[in-house]
């Protein structure tokens, strides 16, 4: 089997969640799974993994949590997968024993500079107006008050209270993420996703997002990255011009806005705002429909930090389409979304795309052959490649709105979601990109109204699909010097 360089689809999961543990989805992958993934991203296993944040809050993350394995289990995955990790760029835990030396001696703890406070970016006072301006992706100012070695300060949370930002110009704060990098690449993980990192240069008078300081950051960790045989990817959220702009300096950046205009197409059968990305989308994408967050719609919008720049769909597209995610989940979204959960975001509905799309087999099926067909990484989210619905009673049980998409699987669960013919579809073409010959060479697009085609032609070796969003009809095909088969089509689920 001939498998497509560097461009085979890859699986995102939490290992606690699918598998249990690093050495269950590992044997998941080589197992049922077999064929389907060249990759892997885990997301966070390290100590701890259930905390604050579902891991993204880790107390020191050259540390896999013992519950889930340790660096010989992530050795092992590495060994017959590519694995992707994160960098928790912006911030540390509260509870890491660095800022806890802070809290109790406050200036005068060794670690007092790695960490930023209001002062360490405004010495000499800021106005109202400035902090107003600074962006966040969650309601009101990124401070929290704490008491640090008996002095009240304002320290710098972008995102809960228990993730405290890193001052990345500190010398600390810099050996602390090599040290993260140098343990991630020792133990085989070649691709580095650096979250957050959009937040981390914090400048008086901007907005404090994707400044000057945040991209030469993301420089310097690329370099790095490079010299230990490592990709990165950034994950931001923002104005489509921004990906456009980080593409051109990184390996690799997600397509956020795939997945918004993916549900327009087919729940208003208007491909328009899709082929208006897909002329200007950068070939350097990590595509997505689902991920451990929720379903991104700052990214096809208008922004002001980009002032002036229309977005790829309109205010009302937009508001129709959040609409229609609410109704076609009979409500959950709504209940998982904005001021009706904690840990809420702005720009995000919480829903899985499944629920998304009205739990529909055939569109949901149509929804992921066209990411798998567009140039780039396809990543596919393990409740996603599950077909999996809004687990309300977790949402119930945390409050947390986006853990309405982050079932936990068991053996049994996994095993009978698997025998769906939705699931096994989706495998069937995750399969044929990872080993078509086709995908090595040519894509085209073309468009007529509703209906269009995708395909991937090299030689004699061609993969299409023609699909229609008006029917959700579709047939995928793959041909070689044997001929033309049918792969899938509507009637496959």
């Not at 050495?23 to 077999?34: D, I, K, S, V």
């Not at 702009?245 to 197409?265: K, S, W």
Request: glycine share 10%; hydrophobic share 40%; proline share 5%.
């Amino acid at each position: 089997m001939t498998t497509t360089q560097g461009t085979g689809p890859q699986l995102i999961a939490y290992a606690d969640r699918l598998g249990g543990d690093l050495r269950g989805l590992r044997e998941l992958l080589t197992g049922p799974l077999a064929g389907a993934f060249g990759g892997v991203h885990v997301l966070p296993f390290f100590t701890p993994y259930d905390g604050a944040d579902a891991g993204f809050d880790p107390r020191d993350h050259t540390f896999v949590d013992p519950r889930l394995g340790g660096w010989d289990d992530v050795r092992a995955l590495s060994s017959t997968h590519t694995v992707m990790a994160d960098v928790i760029v912006n911030h540390m835990s509260a509870q890491s024993a660095q800022f806890l030396d802070v809290v109790a001696q406050g200036d005068q703890s060794p670690w007092a500079g790695m960490f930023l406070t209001l002062s360490s970016v405004y010495p000499d006072g800021v106005t109202e107006a400035e902090l107003a301006g600074i962006y966040r992706p969650r309601p009101g100012l990124p401070f929290t008050p704490m008491t640090l070695g008996g002095r009240r300060r304002l320290v710098w949370t972008t995102f809960t209270a228990e993730q405290v930002d890193l001052d990345v110009r500190n010398p600390l704060a810099w050996e602390y993420l090599t040290s993260v990098i140098d343990t991630l690449t020792g133990a085989g993980v070649r691709m580095l996703r650096l979250d957050a990192v959009g937040y981390t240069g914090k400048e008086p008078g901007t907005d404090c997002f994707m400044t000057p300081s945040a991209h030469a950051l993301t420089d310097r960790i690329t370099a790095y990255a490079h010299e230990r045989g490592a990709q990165v990817l950034v994950e931001v959220h923002g104005h489509y011009r921004q990906q456009l702009e980080i593409a051109r300096q990184v390996d690799l950046v997600y397509d956020f806005a795939l997945p918004p205009l993916v549900l327009h197409a087919l729940t208003a059968a208007d491909l328009g705002p899709l082929d208006r990305w897909l002329a200007v989308r950068p070939a350097n994408c990590i595509t997505v429909l689902d991920t451990h967050d929720g379903i991104g719609v700052v990214d096809v919008g208008a922004s002001d930090l980009v002032p002036d720049v229309p977005g790829l769909m309109e205010p009302e597209q937009i508001s129709a389409l959040v609409d229609a995610i609410h109704a076609n989940s009979r409500g959950g979204s709504r209940q998982a979304t904005g001021a009706a959960a904690s840990n809420l975001d702005l720009y995000q509905v919480n829903c899985t795309f499944y629920d998304a799309l009205g739990g529909d087999d055939r569109r949901y099926l149509l929804a992921r052959l066209i990411q798998v067909l567009l140039p780039g990484v396809p990543q596919i989210y393990y409740v996603g490649l599950l077909a999996g619905s809004n687990d309300l009673d977790l949402l119930r049980r945390t409050g947390v709105g986006r853990d309405v998409n982050r079932h936990h699987y068991t053996a049994d669960e996994v095993e009978r979601e698997l025998a769906r013919p939705v699931v096994q579809a989706q495998l069937a073409a995750l399969r044929l990109r990872n080993s078509h010959p086709a995908f090595t060479g040519e894509f085209a697009w073309t468009l007529d109204g509703t209906a269009a085609e995708m395909s991937w032609q090299r030689g004699a070796d061609r993969v299409a699909l023609s699909f229609d969003v008006r029917d959700a009809s579709f047939t995928l095909t793959a041909s070689d010097e044997g001929g033309t088969r049918e792969v899938l089509t509507e009637r496959s689920v």
